[in-house]
């Protein structure tokens, strides 16, 4: 499984408008699980965790014309680009 993990800074008074956006958009194929946590020590930061069935899969996601289009549009709500960390999961036991 490959997973991204990105940090987004969001313009103040706008997260709500951002979590429709994205509540709004498309399934993406590959794609596992997705979650969105918000930080207790400043509510404008968010970590949006992103899990696909392999690397390819995410590669793929990132390719389409719609994953674009939904990224331009969740940009209008932060402050700068995301801050994006991309790997494989590691299972630990």
Do not use: C, I
């Not at 103040?12 to 994205?22: E, F, I, Q, T």
């Not at 958009?25 to 946590?37: E, I, L, Q, R």
């Amino acid at each position: 499984m490959y997973r991204t993990v990105a940090k987004l800074t969001v313009k103040p008074g706008h997260v709500n408008a951002l979590r429709s956006a994205m509540a709004s958009s498309s399934p993406h194929p590959g794609s596992v699980a997705g979650h969105v946590y918000q930080m207790d020590d400043d509510p404008n930061v968010l970590y949006l965790v992103a899990m696909f069935e392999s690397k390819a899969a995410y590669r793929a996601d990132a390719d389409r014309p719609e994953t674009n289009a939904e990224f331009e549009k969740m940009m209008q709500f932060l402050v700068a680009e995301p801050e994006w960390h991309d790997g494989e999961v590691m299972k630990v036991e």
